[in-house]
């Protein structure tokens, strides 16, 4: 069946000036139309039938004037194109289907632009959206960027998901995208939400706020090392960790470490350690319990590269540092494995199951902060 007369002219006026995107409100049955000009033009619907059977004709129409097929956006996709494998030829006509799930197809797209994220959030501002797009560089360094990171922080406060806090704030820390003032208003909440604190980790390792005087120990270590750091990436990491920076790091993440509320804060915060230390095992990545990344580390000392060796002939105190430094590359969810197998524990239940991992490695941290 066709649409109510006036419907039908005047959305063929609209899609005759060639609009940017279109969203439909079902609620109060109007389409919208974005412009060239960055106008919004309204069409209201005049349904002759229930309101859902006629939004699914403007559907119909919509798809067969864009794609040239009346079936509309194939919403049966949605798996495949929210894990971004959309063709990037044709992204700028999904916005003009009026469906959501098209337009969610755009902001997973590998080939999303800054002018294509303007288009998609006009079509449907929504937190998840504004998470996929700063996700790529494209959009999070354009004139985008900004505005998608002031909406996520201003959502935050309703977010309800723990992994989604955490990939939020890595997300809105980015160079350039929010002010130091809100990154220290964030640190502030971090204190009643610590899965905030994850996303700093991730986010600014070497920019934590709150940093101290460097100490004693730091200065000791940048007047033994300061001639190889340069060439040795094992004097430079460890110059890294003993820096005011560095102590913050790992403050930071001893904090997450002690009262952790899920799983997945205490993955990341792990996943974030072996990041950091990571130039200790160039290329490698091991899935191994706490008992065998200890074995490991004693084993790398036994016989140390060339590396190790130069930065002990300057500072032989540093063989303990050096080997806390090479087990926390390896850490990852194998060192939780064995206690967390086959349960979904959250909270202080989880927290208890953890304890025999996450005691002993509070105290190898502890050594690397003197």
Not at 2 to 12: C, F, M, Q, T, V
Not at 224 to 253: D, K, M, Y
Not at 271 to 283: E, I, Q, T
Request: net charge negative.
């Amino acid at each position: 069946m066709d649409l109510a007369a006036e419907d039908s002219l005047r959305i063929n006026v609209l899609l005759a000036n060639k609009p940017l995107a279109i969203r439909i409100h079902e609620s109060s049955m109007t389409l919208f139309g974005l412009t060239g000009d960055g106008e919004e033009v309204q069409v209201k619907l005049n349904p002759d039938c229930r309101d859902e059977q006629y939004i699914r004709r403007v559907k119909e129409m919509l798809s067969g004037h864009v794609l040239g097929s009346p079936g509309g956006y194939p919403v049966y996709l949605q798996r495949w194109t929210r894990m971004g494998q959309m063709r990037d030829d044709n992204l700028d006509q999904l916005l003009l289907l009026g469906e959501p799930e098209a337009v969610v197809a755009v902001v997973c797209a590998p080939g999303i632009t800054d002018e294509l994220a303007r288009r998609a959030w006009w079509a449907m501002e929504d937190a998840e959206n504004a998470r996929r797009m700063l996700m790529r560089e494209a959009v999070s360094e354009g004139e985008m960027g900004p505005v998608l990171a002031e909406y996520l922080v201003d959502y935050l406060p309703f977010e309800s998901e723990i992994e989604q806090m955490m990939i939020t704030v890595s997300l809105v820390l980015k160079p350039g995208l929010i002010s130091d003032a809100l990154k220290q208003e964030l640190w502030k909440r971090a204190k009643r939400k610590p899965a905030y604190y994850v996303g700093f980790l991730s986010a600014c390792p070497d920019a934590i706020p709150e940093q101290k005087q460097p100490s004693a120990r730091y200065l000791e270590l940048q007047e033994r090392l300061a001639g190889i750091a340069a060439e040795n990436r094992i004097a430079a990491l460890l110059l890294r960790v003993h820096s005011p920076a560095g102590q913050a790091f790992l403050e930071t993440a001893v904090r997450v470490l002690k009262k952790p509320g899920t799983q997945e804060m205490v993955t990341a915060t792990l996943d974030n350690l072996a990041l950091y230390f990571s130039v200790m095992r160039p290329g490698e990545r091991v899935d191994l319990p706490l008992e065998m990344l200890e074995q490991d580390a004693e084993s790398s000392m036994a016989e140390p590269v060339q590396a190790v060796t130069e930065v002990l002939e300057q500072c032989p105190d540093c063989v303990g540092p050096i080997a806390v430094m090479y087990l926390l590359s390896g850490l990852g969810y194998g060192v939780l494995r064995p206690v967390l197998r086959d349960t979904t524990a959250i909270g202080s239940l989880m927290r208890r199951k953890i304890e025999p991992v996450i005691t002993p490695l509070l105290g190898k941290i502890a050594l690397l902060q003197p």
